[in-house]
């Protein structure tokens, strides 16, 4: 298969767009921009994101225990660039929240979902990072208001105006 023909079709699913954060054991932040982010469970609250085993933080993602997925807002292009980069100081002229559990969070991002490592799984060539949420932290300005990643581009969803829901009794995210 083409990989440049499978990424082109990828891309034709709209994603948002998440910065996962961490501290290494030796108290290093670390971050990555990612549209490999989904849910997975409502109970346990179990969502999962993966991480390319090229990237140079990899080892580091593999000795964590504790993360955050940062939901970013309509605003945080800007953000979401900074810590798409490889290497740099990613978290320069950031302002970073510190949990209860000592995980690095990110400003005004829309919602942030405080996990603890519950599994990994092999992705190819990626790992597959399945995370238990033990808090949740939402935004309130800036909900509903997501950054959206569409062909290659950042997107702004309609406005509520003109978004509509499905008709009764259509249920269009199974198990939701």
């Known amino acids: 298969m083409d990989p440049r023909k499978f990424r082109n079709a990828l891309g034709q699913f709209p994603t948002g767009v998440v910065v996962a954060t961490a501290r290494t054991q030796a108290g290093e932040l670390i971050g990555m921009t990612m549209s490999s982010f989904n849910s997975v469970s409502l109970d346990p609250p179990l969502i999962l994101f993966s991480v390319h085993r090229k990237t140079m933080s990899f080892e580091a993602w593999q000795s964590i225990s504790r993360y955050a997925i940062n939901v970013l807002n309509e605003d945080q292009e ?24 000592g995980v690095p969070l990110l400003p005004n991002a829309a919602v942030v979902f405080e996990c603890v490592n ?56 199974h198990g939701w």
Do not use: C
């Open 118 to 173: 519950h599994a990994r799984y092999d992705g190819g060539d990626h790992e597959i990072f399945l995370g238990r949420v033990e808090a949740m932290h939402e935004h309130a300005f800036t909900r509903g208001r997501p950054l959206v990643f569409f062909e290659g581009r950042y997107r702004q969803l309609a406005s509520t105006a003109t978004a509509h829901a499905p008709p009764p009794g259509v249920e269009l995210l």
């Open 78 to 101: 800007q953000v979401s660039n900074q810590f798409a980069r490889a290497g740099g100081n990613k978290w320069e002229d950031i302002s970073v929240l510190t949990s209860a559990s």
